[in-house]
């Protein structure tokens, strides 16, 4: 088992950042892929950005795409997401997400493991 704990979730004013960081514990090695999820309220959840453990893939929602930057940090077993610009539009909980053998990165029933979320909020 993976167990993923979500941190960083605030109330911001539109144009400002804010980073999410998600702490990966347990079985980390059979990771392969990770994500950010979000979900606002009556809306289904949605794709976010999504990276490979080991680096060197990342994958982004076009509405996010050139102000949000999804990182990992292997030795910490950490993944973070810095979020800039942003519009009250992105108010959500956002969501960390890990998966083994992910083909569809954008698709959250390819993730295993789940945080418990962290909302975000951004006034206008």
């Known amino acids: 088992q993976v167990q993923l704990v979500e941190s960083g979730g605030g109330f911001v004013q539109a144009g400002g950042s804010l980073r999410l960081s998600c702490a990966a514990s347990?079985?980390?090695?059979?990771?392969?892929?990770t994500g950010w999820f979000r979900q606002a309220p009556g809306k289904e959840r949605e794709f976010v950005a999504a990276i490979r453990w080991g680096g060197g893939f990342t994958y982004y929602a076009d509405s996010v795409k050139g102000r949000f930057t999804i990182s990992r940090d292997n030795a910490k077993n950490t993944l973070n997401l810095q979020m800039n610009s942003l519009k009250p539009e992105d108010t959500a909980v956002y969501y960390c997400?890990?998966?083994?053998?992910?083909?569809?990165?954008?698709?959250?029933?390819?993730?295993?493991?789940w945080g418990q979320g962290t909302q975000v909020t951004v006034s206008s």
């Open positions: 997400a890990a998966a083994r053998a992910p083909t569809d990165w954008a698709n959250s029933y390819e993730y295993e493991y």
């Open positions: 347990g079985r980390t090695f059979s990771i392969y892929g």
